[in-house]
């Protein structure tokens, strides 16, 4: 729960909230008025296979190693604790994956736990506080677990102070409590501004650092050097026609193997590479922050292969979208219906087409077809045996007949099921009630108001569903998806690349059109730039340039904010054209614009 929004158990009375738990752990009907998102936390914790009765752990988990996270949080949970109040409270450290780094205090029940994520422990504000990026509450009930019925707990994301990326949360566990607001929120967020402020402070050192061992490396326009931590990457002119993906994943490895151990020398390129990289460590105060390379061109190096890039849809190491993507590819193995539920722009139709393989596809798209007329008249089975084929797709599909004794020869991508018309939903209601292992694939993006025909049919689809995360989830990916959306560049031509602050921006910007989006910007910028080098933040659209603002604003300005940044995309842009939709003077949405940047 956020903090402008209730939380479900301060508009549902607690008792009421309890018993529907009993009743939906028993597997009886809920009674009217529980929060719907209070039982879909539910669901996906009976989805992940978490048993309500998990019991606490005897002993508490060895803690993952030092992390910059942790670093520069130990001095502020030094200074901090001592006001929690001896088993009061608990106070818990997570990073970004949901793991715990540190813990402090008692709370019956709470303590323990190796990670906070829903896949291990079931709803948690830990978990809501990472998906929403902002302030959450979970009280008492509206936890899956037994043994934190009695619990409150607020949690706070901790954001990159450069990239806005969560690096991870801040949790405050204590007796229920009637909340919200909980009685140590504002303690909570004091906290994360702490850590956030040590975490710029040591960020800012490190970049100078880096920025210093790069100008010294760099003697002249023409060496071709790049200095690299695992998070900012600094590259010459030379260096960009030097790098191929190949060669610059080697020095992503290398630095980050840095911090462990001596890689001062030559690096172990791969074959074809077509230079040498000579790798010099980057030390602050002693410790290994990443690395210089400078790269030496050989003589007459033979051509690179093109390596295949991997699809659009596939791209990304987050663990989110990998968690999703396996997800899918499990499902699908199997002869049955599958639901791919997402924001719009999230690639739910492209990963549908991954999941099919080589397979014949029928394809459907309700936008255009509501009532689905014209695709289940192509799309009929064939229910005689002698029409059945052995299914030998890589994607998995099974080739065993159904317990009905058909298969359709084709499969069915049924794309916008929220813009289904109602004889539609009845057919495919029928379809699947007479032959549950239809082979067909939804996609799904939510939104509209579902009528009771096709929340049916949503309910029939949801044991085998995968939602897939939006852009904003998995801002790490975009490095990744850059390369896969860049147009391949005219013979001649470098390909393009991006300077630090651009990435940054890139990062930060909640992409409300997910990887669609993201893939215009790139190609309108691969198309139309009329200057060389790598993409500047001045580059940017208006509304990715300005970035998330600079200091905590009032929900009112929120608002505004988001109003404004809103129509700078719509219109291009374009200031004046973006102050004339707004109804104010290209003065004041300047004023404004500066304001937030404060």
Known sequence: MTTTDASPAATTARPSLRIARERFLSGRPLPRGVPEEVVAAWRRARFFGVPHDLEEPAARPPLPGESALLGAARPVFDR???????????????????????????????????????????????????????????????????RWQDVSAVSVPVLGPESGQVLGTVTVASRLCPGPPHPQAAFAEATVAAVETELRARAGR??????????????????????????????????????????????????????????????????????????????????????????????DPPPPAPAPSPPVTLTGSSLPWRHAVGRAVELVRSAEPLLLIGERGTGKATLARELFGPDPVQEADAARDAGLDRALSAWQPDRSPSGWQPDRSPSGWQSDRSASGWQPDRLLLLRHAERLAQPGVAALNSQLDQHP??????????????????????????????????????????????????????????????????????????????????AHVVRALAEHRRVSGPVRRAELPDAVREGPAARPLSPMEQAERAAILEALRRHGGNKARTAAALGIGRATLYRKLREYRR
């Open 80 to 146: 901090i604790v001592p006001a929690l109040g001896a088993g009061r409270a608990l106070i818990v450290l997570t990073d970004e994956r949901l793991r715990v780094l540190w813990t402090a205090g008692n709370v019956p029940g709470f303590g323990g736990c190796a990670g906070l994520s829903e896949q291990e422990v079931g709803h948690n504000s830990a978990a809501l506080a990472l998906r929403t990026r902002s302030r959450a509450e979970v009280h008492g009930p509206e936890h899956f677990l037994d």
């Open 206 to 299: 490190g970049e100078r650092a880096l920025l210093d061992a790069y100008v010294r490396a760099a003697r002249g326009p023409d060496r071709a050097v790049a200095a690299l931590d695992g998070r900012n990457r600094l590259v010459s002119c030379a260096a960009q026609r030097l790098l191929t993906p190949e060669v610059l994943g080697v020095l992503e490895r290398t630095a980050a193997d840095a911090r462990h151990r001596d890689v001062t020398g030559v690096a172990r390129l791969p074959e074809g590479a077509g230079c040498t990289a000579g790798v010099t460590p980057v030390r602050l105060d002693g410790t290994t922050i990443g690395i210089v390379a400078v790269l030496d061109p050989l003589d």
């Open 437 to 518: 292992n239809t082979r067909l694939l939804v996609t799904y993006t939510p939104g509209a108001p579902v009528g009771p025909c096709l929340q049916r049919l949503l309910d029939k689809l949801s044991a085998r569903s995968v939602t897939l995360p939006p852009l904003r989830e998995r801002a790490e990916d975009i490095r990744e998806l850059l390369p896969a959306l860049t147009p391949n560049p005219a013979p001649g031509q470098p390909p393009l690349t991006w300077t630090l602050d651009a990435l940054r921006a890139l990062e930060a910007y909640p992409w409300p059109g997910n990887i669609t989006e993201l």
